[in-house]
């Protein structure tokens, strides 16, 4: 996991989604979509954050549990579309 | 470790075995199809568990469809494996996605012919509203899902997906996520799993037992609402009623969890939503997400070039007009028919503006999330409870709108005077101010008492075993009549009306108005009057075009004569003067004493074999007993025709009854007719002249003319619904006098369990006795009978062949012991009427 892109994706998850939450309470495995952080609307927030930070484009049926539910598994989607 | 699963499954098999005898000996909250699929589950689960975990879904599999088989028949199992089989092939063929789609648009479409044409389809209707439910949208999801599937998955599982056991007994299915489905599979311990799906079932029984409380007990009719009181009531249980459907949908998701699905909640504490979009986000979840990932975000994406609130907007629209449109595409399958309704559109027109402003509004200002659950302050617990209670008014008002048969019949809802806004006001303030102040408390202690929660998707297995298992052993002990006799006459008959299924009053007024074929309210698909049209056989009323002649004055219509056809499973012939009834002379044949009998659908008596109506049972029971004593022949003309209010049969005696030179009419009345003016109401409304001044005026008085929504027409009339009666009965007796003829009224109960008409039967009886009627009250007649056993169908509650023969045994014990018709009937013979030649013998009848 690139550490770099896991630590923005933590803050601007937590600065965004979870203000004045502890940053350690958030982990890499912590369950965003399913656990009821990210619903449709945070969901696209962070898309739209992911695709102008990385320069990246997303595609609709990785908006989703499969993709994104936890920070681990957004690196990893991030770093496959970076290659 | 064996022994630790085999335990741990046979504690879950013990808490489904208390579900199963609650729902077969306590609460009987579903259909007996139901409990018949539960004990098949019982069994499949205790199987199932012990199989080793490759054998697990082919056996699921193989449970479904024999769940399918249980409940439908061995043919209509093979028909639904053949067609879905074959539309899940479609979906892998070695071809391109597009010819895939193009090749499923293809099948679905001639379903849809023949769905449309049920008679003509070589599948059993029964068929129809299963098969929809499990592909209508699941293939849907499927293509999307598949073309983007990376792990493989066993063929058992995705043909599982599709043939989900439930399914069977509840064509309202939710949407499954594929991906979803797949992935939950047992993903987490199977004892928890199993224990969950134990769980939510008896969460599932509480919804429907309290959606029996609300249905029976707080629900009242639209055309009841007449103040702020009844208005609130209204609103309040009108939205509670989506109990049942939450209730199904817990039970749904627990009994798939028992075979290793760990699915998530299906609705989420929808009551306590705090905005339009966390409402959104609460109810229906599984549907929500289908949108979603279907529609929201697809459309999303595609409109990059737009900025973020237009797109927003944008796409939750689309949303809202596809949840629209899928809607009466969902009716489309269970009912064969396309529904487009104004308060339909509106509702989703308004939720979707709603939320969407929500949405814009989250989007930019954000809502407050946490890991775990935070403490609100005591102000903030205020506003947060405040927010609720809002949103729970603004949902019942959305509500009532949506589950309105039309814009106007929501509209009547309101129109009350300054009076009836004050009425009840006081009281409905007081619990809106009880809940927010309960609502402030329980969110300000909730955030600081831990362990307060006894549920919750997290309990340990133990836990949970003990929570549901101990529930409902004691729902199987309170259930027991011994023991909630106890309770107080009150409670203890509140609990006994629970047990069984039945219907409201006010949708028992539809039945019996024949309306629940046209149900268009948007909660028409989980109502149980749709549930009771979904039994009813195709053509089962007959062809009106056949049946009846269109007339252009306030009869509105009539039987037409000389025609055949089938209704309600019987031949019938109509004769030449439009009676279902053998043939008759116009004149009176000498020493005949001849009734006629107007009415209603009751006494045309279709649904029985010809001459096995009460009526024809009548005519040949006078002659064969009282001929020989009198020397008369008797003849009861049928006169009745299906849906004649009262004033029409008023009319119809004047008109028909007397040109045939009858010596006795029977007026036939039931406990309904004050509060059923639709005659009166669709000639004002219709502008077709009423014929009889005085109720002319009467109507005109109570506001009605023509352009009155039908709904406000009829609740304007109801309080004169007694005035109009006795103008009614003294009209008709004169009218009688005057020619000599003894007027009977005939008080023919309908046959709904429904018995809180007792005042309204003493007071048309009191008019009636001052009229000059001669009476003929049946009111008790079906004492201490089960009235559904004298029921056609379930669908149908008019009277079956026993229930015919019940009512012509009475009406003669009640005849022969009346002193003017034996008066008169001895007169005619004194007179030197001569015994008829043809009496006596039995006719065939209609």
Same mark, same amino acid.
């Given at each position: 996991?690139?550490?770099?892109?896991?630590?923005?994706?933590?803050?601007?998850?937590?600065?965004?989604?979870?203000?004045?939450?502890?940053?350690?309470?958030?982990?890499?495995?912590?369950?965003?979509?399913?656990?009821?952080?990210?619903?449709?609307?945070?969901?696209?927030?962070?898309?739209?954050?992911?695709?102008?930070?990385?320069?990246?484009?997303?595609?609709?049926?990785?908006?989703?549990?499969?993709?994104?539910?936890?920070?681990?598994?957004?690196?990893?989607?991030?770093?496959?579309?970076?290659? | 470790?064996?022994?630790?699963?085999?335990?741990?499954?046979?504690?879950?098999?013990?808490?489904?075995?208390?579900?199963?005898?609650?729902?077969?000996?306590?609460?009987?909250?579903?259909?007996?199809? @139901?409990?018949?699929?539960?004990?098949?589950?019982? &069994?499949?689960?205790?199987? *199932?568990?012990?199989?080793?975990?490759?054998?697990?879904?082919?056996?699921?599999?193989?449970?479904?469809?024999?769940?399918?088989?249980?409940?439908?028949?061995?043919?209509?199992?093979?028909?639904? &494996?053949?067609?879905?089989?074959?539309?899940?092939?479609?979906?892998?063929?070695?071809?391109?996605?597009?010819?895939?789609?193009?090749?499923?648009?293809?099948?679905?479409?001639?379903?849809? @012919?023949?769905?449309?044409?049920?008679?003509?389809?070589?599948?059993?209707?029964?068929?129809?509203?299963?098969?929809?439910?499990?592909?209508?949208?699941?293939?849907?999801?499927?293509?999307?899902?598949?073309?983007?599937?990376?792990?493989?998955?066993?063929?058992?599982?995705?043909?599982?997906?599709?043939?989900?056991?439930?399914?069977?007994?509840?064509?309202?299915?939710?949407?499954?996520?594929? !991906?979803?489905?797949?992935?939950? =599979?047992?993903?987490?311990?199977?004892?928890?799993?199993? !224990?969950?799906?134990?769980?939510?079932?008896?969460?599932?029984?509480? *919804?429907?037992?309290?959606?029996?409380?609300?249905?029976?007990?707080?629900?009242?009719?639209?055309?009841?609402?007449?103040?702020?009181?009844?208005?609130?009531?209204?609103?309040?249980?009108?939205?509670?009623?989506?109990?049942?459907?939450?209730?199904?949908?817990?039970?749904?998701?627990?009994?798939?969890?028992?075979?290793?699905?760990?699915?998530?909640?299906?609705?989420?504490?929808?009551?306590?939503?705090?905005?339009?979009?966390?409402?959104? %986000?609460?109810?229906?979840?599984?549907?929500?997400?289908?949108?979603?990932?279907?529609?929201?975000?697809?459309?999303?994406?595609?409109?990059?070039?737009?900025?973020?609130?237009?797109?927003?907007?944008?796409?939750?629209?689309?949303?809202?007009?596809?949840?629209?449109?899928?809607?009466?595409?969902?009716?489309?399958?269970?009912?064969?028919?396309? +529904?487009?309704?104004?308060?339909?559109?509106?509702?989703?027109?308004?939720?979707?503006?709603?939320?969407?402003?929500?949405?814009?509004?989250?989007?930019?200002?954000?809502? &407050?999330?946490?890991?775990?659950?935070?403490?609100?302050?005591?102000?903030?617990? @205020? %506003?947060?409870?405040?927010?609720?209670?809002?949103?729970?008014?603004?949902?019942?008002?959305?509500?009532?709108?949506?589950?309105?048969?039309?814009?106007?019949?929501?509209?009547?809802?309101? +129109?009350?005077?300054?009076?009836?806004?004050?009425?009840?006001?006081?009281?409905?303030?007081?619990?809106?101010?009880?809940?927010?102040?309960?609502?402030?408390?329980?969110?300000?202690?909730?955030?600081?008492?831990?362990?307060?929660?006894?549920?919750?998707?997290?309990?340990?297995?133990?836990?949970?075993?003990?929570?549901?298992?101990?529930?409902?052993?004691?729902?199987?002990?309170?259930?027991?009549? #011994?023991?909630?006799?106890?309770?107080?006459?009150?409670?203890?008959?509140?609990?006994?009306?629970?047990?069984?299924?039945?219907?409201?009053?006010?949708?028992?007024?539809?039945?019996?108005?024949?309306?629940?074929?046209?149900?268009?309210?948007?909660?028409?698909?989980?109502?149980?009057?749709?549930?009771?049209?979904?039994? !009813?056989?195709?053509?089962?009323?007959?062809?009106?075009?056949?049946? =009846?002649?269109?007339?252009?004055?306030?009869?509105?219509?009539?039987?037409?004569?000389?025609?055949?056809?089938?209704?309600?499973?019987?031949?019938?012939?109509?004769?030449?003067?439009?009676?279902?009834?053998?043939?008759?002379?116009?004149?009176?044949?000498?020493?005949?004493?001849?009734?006629?009998?107007?009415?209603?659908?009751?006494?045309?008596?279709?649904?029985?074999?010809?001459?096995?109506?009460?009526?024809?049972?009548?005519?040949?029971?006078?002659?064969?007993?009282?001929?020989?004593?009198?020397?008369?022949?008797?003849?009861?003309?049928?006169?009745?025709?299906?849906?004649?209010?009262?004033?029409?049969?008023?009319?119809?005696?004047?008109?028909?009854? @007397?040109?045939?030179?009858?010596?006795?009419?029977?007026?036939?009345? *039931?406990?309904?007719?004050?509060?059923?003016?639709?005659?009166?109401?669709?000639?004002?409304?219709?502008?077709?002249?009423?014929?009889? +001044?005085?109720?002319?005026?009467?109507?005109?008085?109570?506001?009605?003319?023509?352009?009155?929504?039908?709904?406000?027409?009829?609740?304007?009339?109801?309080?004169?619904?007694?005035?109009?009666?006795?103008?009614?009965?003294?009209?008709?007796?004169?009218?009688?006098?005057?020619?000599?003829?003894?007027?009977?009224?005939?008080?023919?109960?309908?046959?709904?369990?429904?018995?809180?008409?007792?005042?309204? *039967?003493?007071?048309?009886?009191?008019?009636?006795?001052?009229?000059?009627?001669?009476?003929?009250?049946?009111?008790?007649?079906?004492?201490?009978?089960?009235?559904?056993?004298?029921?056609?169908?379930?669908?149908?509650?008019?009277?079956?062949?026993?229930?015919?023969?019940?009512?012509?045994?009475?009406?003669?014990?009640?005849?022969?012991?009346?002193?003017?018709?034996? #008066?008169?009937?001895?007169?005619?013979?004194?007179?030197?009427?001569?015994?008829?030649?043809?009496?006596?013998?039995?006719?065939?009848?209609?």
């Amino acid at each position: 996991v690139d550490e770099g892109i896991k630590s923005t994706i933590k803050e601007y998850i937590l600065k965004e989604f979870l203000p004045g939450e502890r940053p350690e309470a958030l982990t890499e495995s912590t369950p965003l979509i399913t656990g009821g952080i990210l619903d449709s609307i945070a969901t696209l927030k962070l898309v739209a954050f992911v695709e102008e930070r990385y320069d990246i484009r997303l595609e609709a049926h990785e908006a989703s549990v499969e993709h994104m539910n936890t920070i681990a598994q957004i690196v990893g989607l991030v770093e496959s579309k970076k290659r | 470790m064996r022994a630790k699963h085999v335990i741990r499954v046979l504690i879950v098999a013990a808490q489904l075995l208390l579900f199963l005898f609650v729902i077969e000996r306590r609460f009987q909250v579903e259909s007996p199809a @139901f409990v018949r699929l539960i004990r098949l589950t019982l &069994a499949g689960f205790l199987v *199932h568990a012990v199989l080793p975990r490759r054998f697990r879904l082919p056996f699921f599999l193989l449970l479904s469809i024999a769940g399918i088989a249980v409940v439908l028949g061995p043919k209509e199992a093979a028909w639904l &494996a053949a067609v879905g089989f074959l539309l899940v092939g479609i979906c892998h063929l070695p071809i391109r996605m597009a010819a895939r789609v193009s090749l499923l648009v293809l099948v679905g479409a001639f379903l849809a @012919f023949l769905r449309a044409r049920p008679a003509s389809a070589p599948l059993s209707a029964a068929i129809w509203p299963i098969l929809g439910s499990m592909f209508m949208f699941r293939l849907v999801v499927y293509l999307y899902d598949i073309r983007h599937e990376q792990k493989p998955v066993p063929v058992a599982q995705r043909l599982s997906y599709f043939f989900l056991l439930p399914n069977v007994c509840f064509p309202l299915f939710p949407v499954v996520d594929y !991906q979803g489905f797949v992935r939950t =599979y047992y993903d987490s311990d199977e004892h928890r799993i199993y !224990q969950k799906g134990a769980e939510w079932m008896f969460r599932g029984l509480v *919804h429907l037992v309290l959606y029996r409380l609300v249905y029976y007990h707080f629900m009242i009719p639209a055309d009841e609402v007449v103040d702020a009181g009844t208005l609130g009531r209204f609103l309040v249980s009108n939205y509670l009623l989506y109990l049942r459907i939450s209730g199904q949908f817990h039970i749904i998701a627990g009994m798939l969890c028992l075979f290793g699905f760990n699915l998530p909640r299906t609705n989420n504490l929808y009551l306590l939503a705090s905005s339009f979009s966390d409402y959104w %986000r609460r109810i229906n979840i599984y549907w929500k997400d289908f949108m979603v990932k279907v529609f929201y975000f697809p459309a999303f994406f595609r409109l990059r070039s737009l900025a973020a609130t237009p797109r927003l907007l944008a796409a939750t629209a689309y949303v809202f007009v596809v949840t629209w449109l899928l809607h009466s595409y969902q009716w489309f399958w269970i009912r064969g028919s396309f +529904p487009v309704t104004g308060p339909d559109i509106v509702f989703w027109a308004l939720l979707g503006f709603f939320v969407a402003a929500n949405s814009l509004r989250e989007a930019k200002v954000g809502r &407050a999330r946490a890991l775990a659950g935070r403490a609100r302050t005591l102000g903030g617990s @205020f %506003r947060h409870a405040a927010r609720i209670l809002g949103m729970f008014v603004l949902v019942c008002l959305l509500w009532s709108l949506w589950t309105s048969a039309s814009l106007g019949a929501w509209l009547s809802l309101w +129109p009350f005077g300054e009076e009836g806004w004050t009425r009840g006001a006081w009281l409905v303030a007081g619990l809106l101010a009880v809940a927010l102040l309960a609502g402030t408390v329980a969110g300000y202690l909730s955030g600081r008492i831990r362990g307060l929660g006894i549920g919750g998707d997290n309990l340990a297995f133990g836990r949970s075993a003990w929570v549901t298992g101990l529930s409902l052993l004691l729902i199987v002990i309170v259930g027991h009549r #011994s023991v909630y006799a106890h309770f107080g006459s009150t409670a203890a008959d509140t609990i006994y009306s629970l047990r069984k299924p039945r219907l409201s009053r006010g949708d028992i007024a539809l039945l019996q108005r024949g309306y629940y074929e046209n149900l268009l309210g948007g909660d028409r698909m989980g109502s149980q009057l749709m549930e009771l049209y979904m039994k !009813q056989p195709a053509d089962w009323d007959g062809d009106p075009n056949v049946m =009846y002649v269109p007339r252009n004055d306030f009869l509105a219509r009539e039987l037409k004569p000389l025609v055949e056809f089938t209704a309600k499973r019987f031949p019938v012939k109509i004769n030449r003067w439009g009676m279902q009834d053998r043939d008759y002379e116009k004149e009176k044949p000498e020493g005949t004493f001849r009734f006629a009998i107007l009415g209603t659908s009751y006494v045309v008596g279709l649904g029985v074999p010809g001459g096995e109506n009460f009526e024809s049972l009548l005519e040949n029971r006078l002659n064969a007993e009282m001929t020989p004593k009198t020397g008369l022949r008797y003849e009861i003309l049928n006169m009745g025709v299906g849906g004649y209010g009262a004033v029409q049969r008023l009319m119809a005696m004047e008109e028909k009854a @007397f040109a045939f030179g009858v010596d006795a009419v029977i007026f036939t009345v *039931h406990e309904t007719d004050p509060q059923g003016l639709k005659d009166l109401s669709d000639a004002a409304r219709t502008g077709v002249p009423i014929p009889y +001044p005085p109720l002319a005026e009467m109507v005109s008085k109570a506001g009605v003319d023509a352009g009155t929504p039908e709904a406000v027409a009829e609740k304007r009339l109801k309080p004169a619904g007694m005035e109009i009666t006795g103008w009614i009965y003294r009209r008709a007796a004169e009218e009688c006098r005057a020619r000599g003829v003894i007027p009977f009224w005939f008080f023919l109960p309908t046959t709904s369990r429904d018995h809180a008409w007792s005042a309204d *039967h003493d007071r048309m009886r009191a008019l009636a006795e001052e009229a000059g009627f001669e009476i003929l009250d049946m009111a008790d007649a079906y004492g201490g009978l089960d009235t559904r056993t004298l029921w056609l169908g379930d669908w149908d509650q008019h009277l079956n062949a026993e229930g015919h023969r019940l009512m012509a045994a009475r009406l003669f014990e009640a005849l022969a012991a009346n002193e003017r018709f034996a #008066s008169r009937t001895k007169n005619e013979r004194g007179a030197g009427a001569k015994p008829a030649e043809r009496g006596g013998a039995p006719r065939n009848g209609g």
